[in-house]
């Protein structure tokens, strides 16, 4: 075996465990968050946060990257696109949070099932992408899911469209301003990083804070440690899945990334106890069965050869 092969593979093996890795993160993080939630969903928000701008601060500072904060920031255009980033990335972590913390992980779950096919739908609508026959079946059943969830349960699973299509935009804008990870969550925290600190200082005045030596609940610096814990689970998968992304195919990520919502699924179901309503099991048959379609495809199309390019230059 030759070097670059062994070199190749060992990449891939890299790349393979870190999106693993990642994935797995993302998918017993409602474990963390219920553990905390005696917290509250706002407070958690509010150190999660807090300690993202801390963790990615030390990551940027340690790659020497620190000062690219200061250079996105210069443009009107990047720092209104900011500004949208932020609004949806807190909207998706505030709905997340609160819907694990009120017994609506399977709708989260749901919605991040969805994530993928809305993903397609945006591409097309703001990025001009065609849809093959694939996707447009992939979708269609998609809808169908959702429809048969709000005639069968009698309410629209909002919990569900909002994670799906605020990760959906929130991706298509960082696509469409080619956004680095890593620079662009520091700031899109460290924006909501001032209202953060007010409201913790607020609620460390009358005593319900739930950081340091004498919070609420005499929990101590054991509570302290556990709720700094939030920027890791926030900031880790992202580096794990930044490092499998660049080393392994994109289909292979995609295939991964369903790993997240389906063990949320089973936490919901098996750990948290939360019903199952039959409604529910259709639409998530209908669901996957467009995201097997729409992974096949996909998987079809990252093996197709690339046609050579003819011309000069």
């Given at each position: ?241 930044m490092i499998g992304a660049r080393h392994l195919p994109l289909s292979t990520v995609g295939l991964l ?32 069965a467009g995201l097997v379609l729409f992974t096949i495809d996909a998987t079809r199309r990252a093996r ?10």
């Amino acid at each position: 075996m030759s070097v670059d092969t062994q070199a190749s593979r060992g990449q891939a093996g890299l790349g393979a465990g870190a999106a693993l890795g990642a994935f797995l993160i993302w998918g017993f993080a409602p474990l963390y968050f219920k553990a905390v939630e005696h917290v509250g969903a706002w407070q958690i928000v509010a150190h999660r946060i807090l300690w993202s701008v801390v963790m990615l601060g030390l990551l940027l500072l340690a790659l020497g990257r620190l000062h690219e904060i200061r250079d996105v920031l210069r443009s009107r255009r990047r720092f209104l696109t900011y500004c949208a980033t932020t609004a949806l990335v807190t909207a998706n972590w505030s709905v997340f949070i609160w819907a694990v913390l009120n017994g609506y992980l399977v709708q989260s779950a749901l919605g991040y099932y969805l994530s993928p096919l809305i993903n397609v739908l945006l591409g097309v609508a703001f990025l001009g992408e065609r849809l093959s026959r694939a996707q447009v079946a992939a979708a269609c059943l998609a809808g169908v899911g959702v429809l048969i969830s709000v005639i069968g349960a009698g309410e629209i699973p909002w919990i569900a469209l909002a994670l799906a299509l605020t990760w959906g935009f929130y991706g298509l804008i960082r696509k469409r301003e080619k956004i680095d990870p890593f620079v662009g969550l520091m700031v899109e925290t460290a924006f909501l990083l001032p209202v953060c600190l007010a409201y913790l200082l607020w609620l460390w005045s009358r005593g319900a804070g739930a950081f340091g030596p004498v919070a609420a609940g005499g929990e101590g610096w054991a509570m302290s440690l556990a709720i700094m814990a939030s920027g890791l689970i926030t900031g880790l998968p992202i580096v794990l899945y930044m490092i499998g992304a660049r080393h392994l195919p994109l289909s292979t990520v995609g295939l991964l990334q369903y790993l997240s919502p389906s063990i949320n699924l089973v936490l919901a179901t098996l750990v948290f106890e939360e019903p199952l309503r039959p409604a529910t099991l259709v639409t998530f048959g209908f669901i996957w069965a467009g995201l097997v379609l729409f992974t096949i495809d996909a998987t079809r199309r990252a093996r197709m050869p690339v046609a050579p390019r003819h011309g000069v230059g």
